[in-house]
């Protein structure tokens, strides 16, 4: 909250994210980030490896980084073919507009088939144009140094705080103190992550009753987000209805109602009918986007949201109004989407859209629809992205070429 005048000064917003090792992602980086963020290319083009990077290190956060190397393989399965040096993820972003531009830096690699941290650090540039980042906290493998305070600067000491073990993460351990407020930001953001994998079977199902604040990754506790609503934010919840009753309109209502053995029962009721009928009858499609809906509309909202395919069992044509409610919830979160709708893609701006595919010797590279002129030029004489990308005018990531690479009469590449 600014003290000035009273206002939420803005949510936190990631500008770029380089890694290097992980999967295809042999050397990648992406920059000037926008709000929504949609990593477009056909399959296999490296699209839900970037979007794993994200779960990757939430995962780290949450469970620690023994757990989430050891679910993906370990280095074997982690690790770039043929690369030596350890895995790396650097995210720069800001807490608010105005801040300063904080990197985090983390290195990853493995011995005797356990993972270690070779490197982490956290630097900013405090001035705006001038002096070189300044490095307040920089460990590798459990031993290193701290600077803390609101605004740590080099006059103010370093203090050596030694981890429990090398594979443990300095944010992730003094995030928890009080005395590292940016390290405490840090920590929150990351820890505050939602990286959607909802599923239409898990919403079915009929969760123990009881109001939860926020949906689970899997959306299996959609009825008691519900209940959440419409106990504590009745608002919000009419605004999701008006809102799913517009995409799809034989909708009228949803309700969670307790039954006599705790559970909940989530019903929909759609028009003619009088009676509504139990979520488990109720369409893969409606479920989902009632799902993405609550998600979107939370009344305290992730500061990161990550969907993985979101065409995945709905309609096309609803596909153009979800990617319109993704970008109106970025005025209070920020949202990564992989695709490879063009229905979902018709909603975007240029700047808005990266396209991935695989080179010759197969790792993922990237280009940013945003820079190039001919899209552009398309675009100002009214054609849309999803119409463009079909027609092969991307000259890279094309469904229809090997691993969508660039075409050989193609755009620049």
């Not at 995210?91 to 830096?105: D, F, G, N, Q, W």
């Not at 009825?223 to 934010?233: C, D, G, K, M």
């Not at 109004?321 to 970008?327: K, P, W």
């Amino acid at each position: 909250m600014d003290q000035t005048t009273g206002r939420h000064p803005g949510p936190p917003r990631i500008e770029r994210l380089k890694v290097q090792n992980f999967r295809a992602l042999r050397d990648i980086e992406f920059k000037n980030l926008t709000p929504l963020t949609v990593l477009l290319g056909p399959n296999g083009s490296g699209k839900s490896t970037v979007f794993d990077v994200f779960a990757f290190l939430a995962e780290c956060f949450e469970s620690g980084l023994r757990r989430a190397w050891d679910n993906r393989g370990r280095a074997r399965e982690l690790k770039s073919r043929e690369a030596d040096g350890p895995i790396l993820i650097e995210i720069a972003y800001r807490e608010h507009p105005k801040s300063p531009l904080m990197t985090y830096h983390l290195e990853v690699n493995e011995k005797s088939n356990r993972p270690f941290v070779a490197q982490e650090s956290l630097r900013w540039r405090r001035q705006k144009r001038y002096g070189s980042p300044f490095k307040f906290l920089d460990y590798a493998e459990g031993i290193g140094e701290v600077i803390s305070g609101e605004l740590p600067t080099g006059q103010n000491k370093r203090i050596k705080v030694p981890l429990s073990a090398p594979d443990a993460l300095a944010v992730n351990t003094l995030g928890q103190l009080a005395e590292n407020p940016r390290i405490v930001a840090l920590r929150n953001f990351i820890m505050g992550w939602h990286v959607s994998y909802l599923s239409a079977e898990d919403a079915r199902g009929q969760p123990e009753a009881g109001p939860q604040e926020q949906l689970s990754k899997t959306g299996d506790n959609l009825a008691n987000v519900i209940q959440h609503l419409s106990e504590e934010h009745s608002d919000h919840l009419e605004s999701i209805f008006e809102t799913l009753r517009a995409r799809v309109p034989r909708i009228e209502n949803v309700t969670a109602d307790p039954m006599p053995d705790g559970r909940l029962l989530l019903q929909i009721k759609d028009a003619p009918f009088s009676k509504p009928v139990m979520a488990r009858f109720a369409s893969d499609g409606t479920l989902k986007m009632l799902a993405y809906l609550v998600l979107l509309k939370d009344p305290s909202p992730p500061p990161f949201i990550g969907i993985e395919e979101p065409e995945n069992f709905l309609h096309p044509r609803l596909l153009y109004g979800l990617a319109e409610e993704c970008r109106k919830a970025t005025e209070a979160t920020q949202i990564l989407v992989t695709t490879h709708s063009p229905f979902f893609l018709n909603a975007l701006r240029p700047d808005e859209v990266r396209v991935l595919w695989r080179d010759e010797a197969g790792y993922t590279q990237c280009r940013a629809l945003g820079q190039d002129e001919k899209v552009q030029a398309f675009m100002n004489a009214g054609a849309q992205l999803g119409d463009l990308w079909m027609e092969g005018q991307f000259g890279v990531g094309d469904p229809l070429t090997r691993e969508g690479m660039p075409i050989q009469d193609g755009g620049k590449t």
